[in-house]
């Protein structure tokens, strides 16, 4: 298994994977692979991604975004999608990619990892779990609807 950071060449399985994340949860992408290359590998990056690898082959998936604490004057790295392709999982892709991710984060030196997990998704809320990331009590996710 070796994970790597994600490169504009990468889009194609970059856009194929989030497609199957979301009909896994039951929504649509919207983006286009051309919003992908622009928003993920144009002058000023809005998200970065990490791919696991097997032979060769995409397996996994982590897309992570940039975060700032106030109250601690530190960056933070929020993991906003990951994804394991069903035939892989169970060998340790996902367990590689947040690895990874927390090795940058703590590289660039931020202050934490966020991750927001569905509800409903007990594998996934077991999965961090068992990596120590732990439910932020207290805190419900907030978000508006489609602005513009």
């Known amino acids: 298994m070796k994970v ?3 490169q504009a060449r990468d889009v194609p399985v970059i856009w194929e994977m989030l497609t199957e994340l979301a009909a896994f949860e039951g929504g ?3 983006a286009t692979q051309a919003d992908l290359a622009r928003d993920g590998f144009g002058d000023r990056p809005l998200f970065e991604a990490l791919l ?5 082959q995409s397996v996994g998936l982590l897309v992570f975004i940039p975060l700032y604490s106030s109250w601690q004057g530190r960056k933070a790295v929020m993991i906003h999608d990951l994804y394991v392709r069903e035939a892989a999982r169970g060998h340790g892709a996902g367990k590689a990619l947040v690895t990874e ?3 940058l984060a703590l590289v660039r030196g931020c202050c934490r990892v966020e ?14 779990e068992g ?3 732990r439910h932020n009590e207290g805190w419900l996710g907030c978000r508006s609807g489609v602005l513009g």
């Open 101 to 103: 991710v927390t090795r």
């Open 28 to 30: 649509v992408v919207s």
């Open 4 to 6: 790597r950071v994600a």
């Open 52 to 56: 696991a690898e097997v032979d060769g």
């Open 115 to 128: 991750v927001n997990v569905l509800e409903w998704n007990a594998k996934a809320r077991a999965f961090y």
């Open 131 to 133: 990596l120590g990331l």
